[in-house]
């Protein structure tokens, strides 16, 4: 038995924030944001916004996409690190809104990956009869932890979030293969460091920045790389199919240059790597879930497709899976 994707949704602020419009705030250019990154632009949530509301339209539209009753949803799962709060979770906003109270709402802090992480959760309860429709989210308001003073990170990130409806499915469709796994050693390369209870916040914490990302970008990049390559190696393994076989790659889309290498590492052509980076940035769990119903709306996925996706973030943590679309 394999679980499918009923539906897609996404939903990114109205605000955008181009290159140029950083060239004013930090000392940086658009092209050497462009040629670094791959970014031109990204949407930023307005000051009400929180990722909760962006997950609300992007629920609603998954449902709708769907074409499922949303009172058929037994469970919300959201993968966030820029959660409305640190408690109560932003799944349970989701649940509330959607007017579904009473089933399980709960979030997933696993970065970048959260959304595949999320997806493996409903993916384990579907197949163990836990439940039987779920709303899995992913995405961020990073927009609200970046420091916008780091010329060295705030270019590379921007809000979204993407939804999916995820049942069983009811012939070959579905998901193939999906791994995730970590290695907390490198927990310092990216790293929101105060807020937690290691570091509750403090007038200290606050004037030295510690409540931002801070993030080491060289790093951070090559580990990117390896990350990307292994996972989705390994998933391309598990399904038992060949690379060749694979109609889109859709990897997370934190930037062009590390997606390009991680491409010619496992031997996919550029053509079939679906990329988005340009007008949306690193939204973090929102990437493949973004890009996902990007290319549901424009018709690019069609049944029988084989899509990998994978992706990897700060922990650091991975993710990577092959579905039959
Ligand atoms: N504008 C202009 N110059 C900038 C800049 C900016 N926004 N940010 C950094 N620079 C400067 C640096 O200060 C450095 O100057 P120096 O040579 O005088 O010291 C120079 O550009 C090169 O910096 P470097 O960090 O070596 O550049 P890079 O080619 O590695 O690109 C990143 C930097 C951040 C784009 C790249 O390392 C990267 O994408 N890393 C992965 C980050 C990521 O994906 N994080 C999220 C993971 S989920």
Not at 44 to 71: H, P, Q, V, W
Not at 209 to 236: C, D, P, R
Not at 265 to 294: F, H, L, Q
Request: charged share 20%.
């Amino acid at each position: 038995m394999r679980t499918k994707i009923l539906g897609t949704g996404s939903y990114l602020p109205e605000k955008v924030l181009t290159n140029f419009d950083l060239e004013k705030m930090v000392d940086t250019t658009d092209e050497w944001i462009t040629k670094r990154s791959g970014i031109k632009e990204r949407h930023i949530a307005s000051e009400k916004e929180a990722t909760s509301d962006l997950g609300i339209i992007a629920a609603e539209r998954a449902i709708k996409n769907s074409g499922i009753d949303k009172n058929d949803i037994d469970m919300i799962i959201f993968g966030t690190i820029t959660p409305d709060r640190l408690f109560p979770s932003t799944a349970i906003y989701v649940q509330k809104a959607l007017g579904l109270v009473g089933i399980p709402a709960f979030d997933v802090s696993a970065a970048c990956p959260g959304y595949i992480y999320a997806m493996t959760i409903a993916d384990s309860m579907i197949k163990s009869g836990q439940a039987k429709c779920v709303l899995i989210l992913g995405g961020e308001t990073l927009s609200k932890i970046v420091n916008w003073e780091d010329r060295g990170s705030c270019v590379l990130f921007g809000d979204g979030v993407g939804a999916s409806i995820m049942a069983k499915s009811n012939d070959e469709s579905g998901i193939i293969s999906l791994t995730i796994g970590g290695d907390g050693n490198m927990e310092k390369l990216l790293i929101q460091p105060a807020g937690g209870s290691r570091m509750p916040a403090t007038k200290e914490t606050l004037e030295n920045n510690l409540h931002t990302i801070q993030m080491e970008g060289n790093e951070v990049y090559k580990n990117a790389v390896n990350a990307l390559t292994n996972s989705a190696n390994k998933a391309i393994e598990m399904a038992g199919v060949s690379i060749d076989d694979i109609k889109y790659f859709i990897p997370h889309q934190a930037n062009i240059r590390i997606m390009k290498t991680t491409a010619k590492y496992i031997k996919i052509p550029v053509e079939k790597v679906y990329m988005n980076i340009d007008r949306v940035a690193n939204t973090s769990a929102g990437s493949i879930p973004i890009a996902m119903d990007e290319m549901n709306r424009n018709g690019l996925l069609n049944k029988d497709d084989l899509i990998l996706v994978a992706s990897f973030g700060a922990g650091f943590v991975w993710g990577a899976g092959v579905i039959r679309w």
